[in-house]
């Protein structure tokens, strides 16, 4: 089985403050995907990444893949109320269609 | 395009009943997926279906469990008999191909 784990679990910051969330598997993933998770929601995708060593960018949020595509991290400048979430990373071994889901990183930004 | 349409949305059940979890894919889509999310064990899947037909089960917990396609545009997830450690959320997803996964709004699921 692979596993992802992702730190810190919980994370509250005030606004305007950067946080980085990370991602780390043991396994290789041929690509690896963030969401975010709002109450009562389900996941939505905000990137997908599958080169080692990418860079993307989304606004405010930077995500990188790992140069051995074990890991990715995701970073927040500035952060903002609206970045309230769940953050879930999730990797895909080959097709990606079976993805095995972080255990997720819980952030609260307050005013 | 109304999304993932997932139905009930909340479920209060008692522990031996059966219970049915409804989900209406994107149109167009050709993969569903289940999932289960719980405080202990996270996100986890459950099963999935490529035209209708099912890939792989191995996320199933065990026989209590079942799921079905019967056409395109339905699916539905039985647990029978429920037992309290089912109680979760179980989300449906949607997708076309290898692309994009879009969720449902799950269905939170009590059984006492």
């Known amino acids: 089985t692979q596993l992802l784990e992702q730190s810190p679990q919980f994370l509250s910051i005030q606004e305007g403050e950067n946080l980085t969330v990370y991602c780390n598997s043991s396994?290789?993933?041929?690509?690896l995907q963030w969401y975010r998770q709002e109450p009562g929601e389900g996941p939505v995708l905000l990137v997908t990444v599958v080169t080692g060593g990418e860079v993307k960018k989304l606004k405010r949020l930077t995500f990188q893949f790992g140069d051995a595509r074990k890991d990715s991290s995701l970073h927040i400048t500035a952060a903002q109320p609206g970045d309230t979430g769940l953050y879930l990373c999730?990797?895909?071994?080959?097709?990606?269609?079976?993805?095995?889901f972080g255990t997720g990183t819980r952030l609260q930004v307050t005013l | 395009d109304a999304g993932v349409i997932q139905s009930p949305r909340h479920e209060v059940t008692e522990m031996g009943q059966e219970v049915t979890l409804r989900c209406k894919p994107i149109?167009?889509?050709?993969?569903l997926f289940w999932y289960r999310q719980t405080m202990m064990r996270g996100l986890e899947l459950l099963i999935y279906f490529n035209n209708n037909v099912p890939i792989d089960d191995s996320g199933m917990p065990e026989d209590r469990f079942s799921a079905k396609m019967p056409n395109a545009s339905f699916s539905t997830l039985k647990i029978q008999p429920s037992e309290p450690r089912d109680s979760a959320v179980y989300f449906c997803?949607?997708?076309?191909?290898?692309?994009?996964?879009?969720f449902g709004p799950g269905t939170r699921l009590t059984v006492t």
């Open positions: 149109s167009g889509h050709n993969s």
């Open positions: 999730a990797g895909a071994p080959g097709t990606a269609s079976k993805l095995t």
């Open positions: 997803a949607s997708s076309y191909i290898d692309s994009k996964q879009y």
């Open positions: 396994s290789v993933f041929s690509s």
